[in-house]
């Protein structure tokens, strides 16, 4: 069999001088119908360490690969650039690798065919649906926030009305973000998330800074104060008496330990949950899902019977305030006290970019991508807003502003020592489900950093090290394992077919901090370092419109959404760095200290040394005239 030309072109073979294609926009250009038009091409003279993987394995056209001797690889498609239909794209295209990296046609189902090479990509093995998706973005968002921040809300906004406004705002500016990544998310449809776009629109050191940063603090971080409010609300069920529901007015060194000791065995249980299979992690997140709803809307529900009965199961007295007050009175005029209040908002609705860490493993990414974010911001808006009235309708603003632990005072007043008991368990079991969901994505940005070579090889490894032989399917004997498989099994039975090693090294970092537990710091640190990657990130969605208004996007939000998320962004960001001066210059000199680790790990053996561009003037290397042929596929 005679070897195929490793180059296809939209018009023509390749002309002499022109530089190929990376593999990020073969993975963008996969689902798209050729017209006479080429797109521009974005990607870096040469081909970067995030993009090798996928330019250096097999051949899928060579003998060797069973993909490319039992299918017959298909004509040029004519592209289309037309954006009217978010969801139609062809699902039986020739996938562009069979390597690690595992890049399929965009909204494309996982291709039997990819099986054959008994490969260890998790990119290959596509498990995640529509459902799964819904319950990661939720699972994350809704975690301890609306059962603590409407203190912050309520204390700076002054007034119930207000508060309500504050909550919609901050919902809907999170939702502005999630619509710009579902964006990015269609056109880029890879494991990784911001690292991922960072690479693809301003080169390899932005990618490498978020994942320095994220790896190291923002993700492990998060993690860890979900643990500790977890442990807290454990501690808080079993040491409620009836004469008390703000238990533990001094803490003692024991008490605190023990919050420790059951954080690190949630954070322990959660770890093990993720490296069985990816399977069980979903329909653990689903299950979680489905209780967080019914746990907010039985707040909702109580909250509005009791305001119309006037009668608890205490001798409590519902209030009586927002009868006969007005609900925007002692509303704040201080612009930095609304400033303080949307930041505790959006710390609430922080996590609507989780679905896209894991993007490279849905079923139909493109598809599912903006029904997922499109479903789960507005329910989320509405479950906050609902509990926030129940809790307005039932408590007064004082008791509002001055409680923490608002779902356990809320649960007190109404049904007495086991409500309190009831609501501290509902808040516990929703930062679990909110702790599992962070480490399934937190693993797959470490084992996405492994795979593109920002971080040893050995992060980017499916199961334990040296276990790819055993990762094959598993044929069950006994009728115990065959079940065992068909309900935690990922597909053709595999058990451990997960990056273990990345959400060992995730879990370490994470119980470090919740060791340290200091965690005013990391707040600030989150504060800035996250909205600073989120703005770049959304500004590249801009950057791509610019520069690439050719480029595939199966979905396409308003470019006024990208540009109020930016503008949102940039005042987090001023407001942060004018309170805390010096915390922000941590910040600087963190992400400073990952530029030369990125020159010793990443750009020192790249090879590319003598570029002769610098990263950031990426678009000296876009809109060149002339067609361009795509590259080596190889």
């Known amino acids: ?44 003279s040469g081909i970067s360490s995030s993009r090798k993987l996928s330019l250096s394995a097999e051949d899928p056209l060579s003998a060797s690969n069973p993909v490319g001797t039992t299918q017959q690889r298909p004509l040029p498609h004519s592209r289309s650039f037309s954006v009217s239909s978010a969801f139609d794209f062809t699902s039986n295209l020739f996938p562009l690798s069979t390597t690690a990296a595992g890049y399929t046609s965009l909204g494309s189902a996982q291709n039997a065919a990819l099986e054959l090479d008994g490969g260890t990509s998790l990119e290959k093995h596509k498990s995640i649906t529509y459902l799964n998706g819904l319950s990661l973005i939720i699972g994350l968002i809704i975690g301890s926030g609306i059962f603590s921040s409407p203190a912050q809300i309520t204390t700076n906004a002054g007034s119930p009305g207000a508060s309500l ?32 776009y960072l690479s693809k629109i301003f080169g390899d050191l932005f990618g490498f800074l978020f994942t320095w940063c994220s790896v190291f603090v923002l993700k492990p971080g998060s993690a860890a104060i979900i643990a500790i409010i977890f442990g807290e609300y454990i501690v808080r069920a079993f040491s409620l008496t009836s004469t008390s529901v703000d238990p533990l007015p001094n803490i003692s060194t024991s008490i605190i330990w023990i919050n420790k000791g059951i954080s690190l065995l949630a954070l322990t249980l959660v770890t093990a949950l993720n490296c069985v299979s990816t399977k069980l992690t979903t329909r653990a997140s689903d299950l979680f899902m489905f ?14 019977v009791v305001a119309i009965t006037n009668n608890t199961l205490t001798s409590y007295t519902p209030n009586q305030e927002w009868k006969t007050e007005s609900w925007f009175a002692d509303t704040s005029t201080n612009p930095s006290n609304w400033a303080v209040a ?24 493109a598809r599912d991508l903006p029904r997922v974010i499109h479903t789960a911001m507005p329910l989320v808006i509405l479950s906050y807003l609902l509990a926030t009235l129940s809790y307005t309708l039932v408590l007064p603003a004082k008791t509002i502003a001055s409680s923490n632990t608002i779902a356990v005072t809320f649960g007190a007043r109404v049904f007495g020592h086991a409500g309190a008991i009831v609501l501290a368990l509902m808040v516990s079991a929703s930062c679990f489900g909110a702790l599992n969901v962070t480490t399934f994505t937190s ?24 276990s790819e ?64 990657f989120y703005f770049l990130t959304v500004l590249g969605l801009i950057v791509l419109r610019v520069k690439e208004p050719h480029m595939e996007r199966p979905y396409r939000t308003w470019l006024s959404t990208p540009i109020i998320f930016c503008c949102v962004s940039l005042f987090l960001l001023s407001r942060a760095v004018f309170a805390k001066p010096m915390q922000a210059l941590v910040v600087v000199a963190f992400v400073g200290a990952g530029v030369p680790v990125y020159w010793w790990r990443v750009r020192g053996k790249d090879g590319r040394k003598g570029r002769e561009e610098a990263d950031w003037r990426f678009w000296r290397r876009w809109g060149r005239n002339g067609e361009q042929g795509l590259g080596p596929l190889g």
Do not use: C
């Open 165 to 196: 406004l504050v909550w919609l705002v901050a919902g809907i500016l999170a939702w502005t973000g999630a619509a710009s990544y579902a964006e990015l998310g269609g056109a880029i449809p890879l494991n990784g998330g911001a690292q991922v």
């Open 1 to 44: 069999m005679s070897r195929a030309p490793a180059y296809i072109s939209l018009k023509g073979p390749a002309k002499p001088g022109q530089r190929p294609r990376d593999s990020l926009e073969l993975a963008s250009l996969a689902s798209s119908p050729t017209s006479s038009n080429a797109s521009r091409s974005s990607s870096p």
């Open 291 to 304: 209780f967080k709803f019914l746990a907010l809307l039985a707040i909702a529900i109580t909250g509005i």
């Open 469 to 532: 032989n055993r990762l094959r399917r598993q044929d069950p004997y006994t009728f115990l394992s065959r079940t065992l498989m068909r309900l935690v099994g990922d597909d053709n039975n595999r058990i451990g077919f997960t990056p273990i090693t990345a959400m060992t090294f995730n879990a370490l970092l994470t119980a470090s901090y919740i060791l340290v537990g200091e965690f005013s710091t990391l707040v600030t640190f989150y504060g800035v370092a996250g909205y600073s």
């Open 443 to 466: 693993g797959r940005l470490v084992y996405a950093a492994g795979k593109e070579g920002f971080f040893p090889s050995v992060f980017g490894t499916v199961g334990m090290p040296g």
């Open 342 to 365: 949307l930041y505790a908002g959006l710390w609430a609705f922080d996590g609507w970019d989780n679905t896209n860490f894991v993007l490279g493993e849905f079923r139909h990414p």
